[in-house]
């Protein structure tokens, strides 16, 4: 008796068993409403990828724009400034020409001789000459004597007493500057006027009854 019971009990338990099985199975094969929400949630629709695709497509013609501005640009500072080192080395024949004219007008055994005035004269030609061509390529010398020193055109060399002009005059040109169309293609080397320093006569005295002690 106590036999059968206990049979009917392991039975009754194998059903539960297969019968939880089954009711896994099925709770597997259900589908996964969360999944299509997510789906459904990360599918672009197509008026925003409309959207994104004309975004790109601006971003593209602004740079094509903006590297056809910088070509033109670059081509046109190379046609107006292609020679900028040409004429900056052309320069040489002008200091050339100045410093040959100052050491024959030094030379004793030349001055007040009619071979220099005609060597003179030639020079005073071809230093024409040059000029007229630097001016027609847009090369020009930059005015100095007795201009206010412009640190953007003239360089200050040296500082000479002169009570008859304001401070920073130019008063000497050492070396001509030149432009070419609006750059500085060498600036000029000047010498401008400052005031005379006036030296007090009792603190001299001074000085020099200190040095006596």
């Known amino acids: 008796m106590e036999k059968e019971q206990n049979q009917k009990t392991e039975d009754n338990t194998q059903i539960k068993n297969k019968d939880d099985e089954v009711i896994d ?7 996964d409403n969360n999944l299509d929400t997510k789906k459904e949630e990360t599918e672009i629709k197509p008026e925003d990828k409309i959207r994104e695709l004309e975004d790109k497509l601006a971003r593209t013609f602004a740079e094509m724009e903006n590297q056809r501005r910088r070509f033109e640009k670059e081509k046109e500072e190379a046609f107006e400034y292609g020679g900028f080192n040409f004429a900056k080395e052309a320069l040489n024949l002008i200091d050339n020409l100045e410093r040959s004219k100052q050491i024959l007008q030094n030379d004793e055994t030349l001055k007040n001789s009619d071979a220099l005035k005609k060597i003179l004269e030639h020079f005073n030609i071809i230093y024409k000459d040059i000029l007229s061509v630097f001016s027609k390529n847009d090369i020009k010398p930059i005015d100095s004597l007795n201009k206010k020193l412009d640190p953007n055109f003239h360089q200050a060399m040296m500082e000479i007493d002169d009570d008859q002009k304001e401070p920073g005059t130019i008063i000497q040109e050492i070396q001509k500057g030149f432009t070419i169309k ?15 320093e006036k030296k007090d006569p009792n603190t001299k005295e001074n000085k020099e009854n200190f040095e006596s002690k």
């Open 182 to 196: 609006d750059r500085l293609l060498r600036p000029s080397l000047v010498g401008v006027s400052k005031k005379t």
């Open 25 to 31: 199975e099925t709770s597997n094969n259900k589908p």
